[in-house]
């Protein structure tokens, strides 16, 4: 447990401190956020803004974990590895589609299929790995079943091992594409994302505290409603340092912000959660713990498709924020108001994975 206290807060304190040199270096490079035009106009007073700031919540969280683990003298996990590589893999992503927005100066950076191109080798390869490393007890960090609270009996790999692998990676990318496109739907007013994700790594950290403590691995003790999980306090423990950074982000990511995640942050973000959420065998708990961020892309999906079948749009903007922003509503109210959303969907995430284990 000093692991897990220790990760997130070294994460904590790289963010808060490193961030404003980060933001010094930026504006000395004059690497600021370039507005769509087709956005909201409150946002165009936000232009020259610094970007790509998920580099700082990245690093932040590789060192705080890191250092943690040193200072404890506590092994990494291959799990825990396999989630650093996708998030810092999405986060490369993000910072070439940032870059290239910055240097070109337009809103628009990578193609749709050079991104995507990009998640796909990111998440297939993470995907098939993650089917690898078992451990004493055979457990690989993730499996081919298709996980609610803990493994179902839907098993992807009911017709063999090798369509099961093939059927696990299509589900894999679609959780990492989904998570980390939502995350990136809802970074569009100061501090929203950051502080929506603070509360869902948050989750995380008391599930895979509480999955450690419930693993089947000491099985003798624990009785029928283990967790089949095989690394739960590693991932409780890079839940804390993403947690930790994304406090030490949310200081200086506040309205009015001195810095944006950009792409970097939120397709990292995105896919810690969705790596976390298969590794702890939560794929479906997670689209109610990250609630919010379904709201969201839920909305730009209905947006898109009602205009193209009627010409009509049911909301003024889409994603929701920008929505009530046109509405009136003042950013930070908007702001506070969708992390009370996002903080009601986590515990509401969280009551149902512990009411599970009670009833069970």
Same mark, same amino acid.
């Not at 960090?141 to 992807?156: E, K, N, Q, W």
């Not at 980390?180 to 950290?205: E, H, M, P, Q, R």
């Not at 590794?279 to 898109?304: C, H, K, N, P, W």
């Given at each position: ?44 007073? &936000? ?50 589609? @940032? ?15 050079? &991104? ?34 803990? @493994? ?8 063999? $091992? ?27 007013? @100061? ?28 099985? $003798? ?36 912000? &001195? ?8 397709? $990292? ?16 708990? $997670? ?20 205009? &193209? ?52």
């Amino acid at each position: 447990m000093k692991a897990l206290l220790l990760s997130g807060g070294l994460a904590m304190l790289i963010s808060l401190l490193g961030t404003p040199l980060f933001i010094s270096f930026l504006v000395r490079r004059q690497y600021g956020q370039f507005i769509r035009q087709d956005g909201p106009t409150a946002h165009f007073t &936000k232009r020259g803004t610094p970007t790509m700031g998920g580099v700082v919540i990245i690093l932040a969280t590789i060192f705080g974990w890191a250092g943690a683990l040193l200072l404890t003298g506590t092994k990494p996990t291959a799990s825990a590895g396999l989630v650093l590589f996708l998030m810092a893999g999405l986060g490369l992503v993000g910072f070439l589609d @940032d870059f290239i927005k910055i240097s070109r100066q337009r809103s628009l950076g990578l193609s749709p299929l050079a &991104k995507v191109i990009g998640q796909g080798v990111v998440g297939i390869t993470f995907a098939v790995a993650a089917l690898q490393f078992p451990n004493a007890h055979n457990l690989t960090p993730a499996s081919t079943h298709v996980s609610f609270i803990r @493994d179902t009996r839907l098993d992807l790999a009911f017709a063999g $091992a090798g369509v099961g692998l093939v059927l696990f990676v299509v589900w894999a990318n679609f959780l990492i594409t989904a998570w980390s496109n939502s995350v990136n739907l809802t970074d569009g007013l @100061d501090g929203l994302a950051t502080g929506a994700s603070l509360f869902v790594f948050g989750a995380y950290v008391m599930v895979g505290v509480w999955q450690n403590n419930q693993t089947c691995q000491r099985l $003798a003790t624990l009785g029928p409603r283990c967790y089949e999980t095989r690394d739960p306090l590693a991932m409780a423990t890079l839940a804390a340092a993403l947690t930790g950074a994304l406090f030490g982000f949310l200081w200086w990511n506040a309205s009015p912000a &001195k810095i944006f995640m950009g792409d970097t942050g939120s397709l $990292a973000l995105g896919g810690a959660l969705a790596g976390i959420s298969i590794l702890t065998r939560t794929e479906i708990l $997670a689209a109610v713990i990250g609630g919010l961020f379904v709201l969201e892309v839920l909305s730009d999906v209905i947006q898109i498709g009602f205009f &193209k079948m009627t010409r009509r749009r049911v909301f003024r903007m889409a994603p929701l924020h920008h929505h009530f922003e046109l509405g009136g509503w003042g950013e930070v109210t908007i702001v506070i108001r969708f992390w009370i959303i996002a903080g009601l969907f986590v515990m509401f995430g969280v009551g149902i994975f512990y009411a599970e284990w009670v009833t069970g």
